[in-house]
């Protein structure tokens, strides 16, 4: 396919490089910043502009892979150089596609589920894919284009995206700031912070194969007033950490009837 | 070292199956489940014991791998068979050492920090082991037995080891928890949970090379207020969750001022 991709933010950055992997065309790629723009666009052979303005008509989908909140006004500003029938899809996880529907007659949804990083490979082939679109054909050109780049792809309409969008940030937005809890922690007691890195990769890994549900440990699964009591006192010296404590550990208590 | 370990539940079975392979020998290992002390006994070439009455003396060190309320009454019943002044440790991250002072006159901690399953096997070289004991030389023995088994040895007293427990409930016990929220959710509302999977994963990788305040992302840390209402919102179907959503929500708009 030839792909103009308005955005070259995380997503923007991994997926213009993997669709150029598996051999599409990027026709132009959009970033304000022109330095990073430049130097994305010679990797992946596309044309950089730094004014949406420049967009031209012409690609067979155009991929909006900006801040949630910028969606529905760049959707506005391109519609005033491509016409009303282009396909047009966001990358957002917690907009509904609908954004897009004053705009373009054509729209829908790219979503790859998962958190990107600068200077973080990204693994295409393990990134699931969450497509929708308003018309039939449109979804099953993006079913097929996500299945060129990524073995996992779900057709998951606006609804049902919303409610693996706060699953996601469970596990990854509320699981983070659990580590940098953490790490705050054990910072400010000079102890070392590595010690507990294992733990957490073991944590992830072993939910790979094990229902999370049956794998939980830990003194509140099992009741543990005596080490709970302990913990609290602890964490008398950081109160917002023992109301976090105090929460999760009646959550985990609740979960299992302890 | 010759060492009798009293425990076959996950940290005695994998920790004793270690202590072989790096050429230790394993005098006794106890479990009150015959069966099991019986196929476990036969791969490290250990005598099983089923009764703690059959524990003998002559072992260079005691390691209580028990439940941490049941760490006291064994030292108790063991002290019977064996000389006061045998090395004896627990394994325990929560429990002070001093819980064998009535007993022993050399006792100390060996704590693998990590999550260990029966069935998954335990990658040693990356479990660090937090090491201390009441005398200076059975603290370096201890010290040198953990670094036949993996590169990375603690020494960390009572009330270090203590506080590093409550990051690792933090880190294992809690986010574990949010896995299983995840899922219940996503259970519940029949979609495929195995899509937020790789999420996990990435996310756990990514704090290897990352301060996790420093990748803080979702709609907590932008303040982006339309997305949490959205959430709270979808997230009355599930009053418990909706909590642990604000009180986490609350927290991490704590910690960078959003």
Redesign the interface.
Known sequence: MNITIIGAGNVGYHLSQRLVEVGHRIQQIFSRKTDKVIRISKIIKAEPIDNLSSVKKGADLYILAVK??AIGSVAEKIRKKIPGNSWVVHTSG?TPSTVLEPYFENYGVFYP???F?MN?MAEFT???F?VDANKELMKERLYSLAETISP?V?R?DDE?R?????????????????????????RS?E??I????????????????????T???????RG?E??IQ??LE??EKFP??K???E??TG??G??YGS
């Not at 706060?166 to 580590?179: C, D, E, G, K, W």
């Not at 794998?215 to 699964?221: E, K």
């Open positions: 949630d909140d917690s589920l998962q958190t990083s973080r393990d990134i699931p969450l996992k779900y998951i049902a919303a409610k693996i969008h706060v699953s996601a940030v469970f596990v990854n937005n509320f699981t983070n700031h659990l580590y940098a809890i953490a790490e705050d922690m054990l007691e102890l070392p590595e010690v507990i890195s294992p733990l957490i990769q073991e944590t992830a890994k072993k939910i790979r194969f094990h229902s999370p549900q794998v939980q440990t830990g003194p509140a699964v543990d005596a080490t302990r913990h602890y964490l917002k950490y109301e976090v404590y929460l999760l959550s985990i609740g979960m």
